[in-house]
Nanobody
Framework: VQLVESGGGLVQPGGSLRLSCAAS????????MSWYRQAPGKEREWVAT????????NYVDSVKGRFTISRDNAENTVSLQMNSLKSEDTAVYYC?????????WGQGTQVTVSS
């Protein structure tokens, strides 16, 4: 099983980034996919989830209207489009796959929002 995040980096406040997660080694289309983040000195925080078919999407209140999660079940990828970034969005962002008692994590990608 592999979840490989990419797309992180340094961006100025108000800017945008698009994170991607490439999945392999499991039946991707059966899994709900989520993004989490962990800021320095803080616990890991749930950011967004998209269900296996893409029929249901949820976001933490702090990113609603700014972030968009999407998935491509043909390509086994999930993405997080992040707009209007704020300094408080600075964190390591993790891709997560979950189905029943199966729960997989990626290694994370750093997002830093700073001028």
């Amino acid at each position: 099983v592999q979840l490989v995040e990419s797309g992180g980096g340094l961006v100025q406040p108000g800017g945008s980034l698009r994170l991607s997660c490439a999945a392999s080694g499991f039946p991707f289309s059966m899994y709900d996919m989520s993004w989490y983040r962990q800021a320095p000195g803080k616990e890991r925080e749930w950011v967004a989830t998209i269900t296996s078919t893409g029929g249901t999407i949820n976001y933490v209140d702090s990113v609603k209207g700014r972030f968009t999660i999407s998935r491509d079940n043909a390509e086994n990828t999930v993405s997080l489009q992040m707009n209007s970034l704020k300094s408080e969005d600075t964190a390591v962002y993790y891709c997560n796959a979950r189905w029943w008692n199966r729960n997989y994590w990626g290694q994370g990608t750093q997002v830093t929002v700073s001028s």
